[in-house]
């Protein structure tokens, strides 16, 4: 007898390889999806982080200083300008004096919907060679 059809047992042995193949597929596409995720936050705060150096930056080259204030979460200049960041908070802001006319620059990002933070350390050196 040559009936055409698949029987029960092909069927579930279909249906389980399938289920399989698509609950990897679904698994690979959650891990993209949230490592694209971090890719952005972390380049957020990368964007931040580099602004609020080169803004530092800026300023400290024009002879104003800067500090950190924790309660408004911004950076205050003395020239009575503050800088607040979009992304995130500020964790840690530490600019201290290197040697003459070289500064340290130390400042801790964190992304407030995330744990992600972003660390950049630089220094930014006084010179007259540097000014626009």
């Known amino acids: 007898m040559n009936q055409k059809g698949v029987t029960l047992i092909e069927l579930l042995v279909t249906v389980t390889i399938m289920s399989a193949v698509l609950s990897v597929s679904i698994l690979l ?18 964007r931040e982080a580099r602004f609020i150096a080169e803004s530092v930056t800026e300023k400290i ?8 204030d924790a309660e408004a979460g911004k950076i205050v200049f003395s020239d009575g300008r503050s800088l607040a960041i979009e992304t995130g908070n500020i ?14 620059l130390h400042l801790i990002l964190n992304h407030s919907d995330s744990p992600i933070n972003y660390e950049l350390n630089t220094e930014i050196v006084i010179s007259e060679r540097f000014r626009y």
Do not use: C, H, I, M
């Open 29 to 46: 596409v959650n891990v993209a999806l949230k490592s694209e995720q971090e890719v952005t936050v972390k380049n957020e705060l990368q």
């Open 61 to 68: 080259r024009d002879g104003v200083k800067a500090s950190y």
């Open 91 to 104: 964790d840690q802001f530490d600019l201290s004096p290197k040697r003459e006319n070289v500064y340290d």
